[in-house]
């Protein structure tokens, strides 16, 4: 398990956030460029190594009812996707979908329970495979993304 330093640190590698010390030693971290109303990324990262990160809708990602996942187990590479994925899921208003096509970003698991993020970049119009920050793949097409991932032994999750 990371420890609090090592979580602020993640977090603070996120030029985007903005820290909010809170009461009892706990830190939130705040993205002021959301689309929606909600701004919290990290949410009650506490000394003691819980916290939640905000994931509402985010496939592969057990939230409570208020959109948080508990990272209080997380590896580095897991908080740093989680929190990127947040970031871009407050940033476009939380449409994580295109319109009757394959989710525009999807978490997808290994048996070793090792984390890939295909996301899809309309800009470009490419399908981007990446493990935490680092770019693995590009593809034209979801069809290419998702075989590559197949036959590297990722499931969608």
Known sequence: MLSFEQKL??????PELRRKD???GRVNYHYEASARDKK??????????NGYVYAEGAEGYETDDK????????SENDLR???GLSIRLLGDAGEARTSGGPAREELWRNAEGQRLELKY??????????C???????????DEAADYLKEEGFARS
């Not at 959109?67 to 997380?74: K, L, P, Q």
């Not at 800009?123 to 495979?129: G, I, N, Q």
Request: aromatic share 18%; net charge negative.
């Open 9 to 14: 640190a993640i977090a603070d590698s996120f």
């Open 81 to 83: 996707t989680v929190i």
């Open 67 to 74: 959109g948080f996942v508990n990272i209080r187990g997380f």
């Open 132 to 142: 935490g920050l680092n770019l693995d793949g590009v593809y034209e097409t979801y």
């Open 121 to 130: 970049d309309e800009e470009d119009a490419m399908w981007y495979v990446f």
């Open 22 to 24: 809170v009461s009892l």
């Open 40 to 49: 919290t990324v990290v949410y009650h990262l506490h000394p003691n190594g």
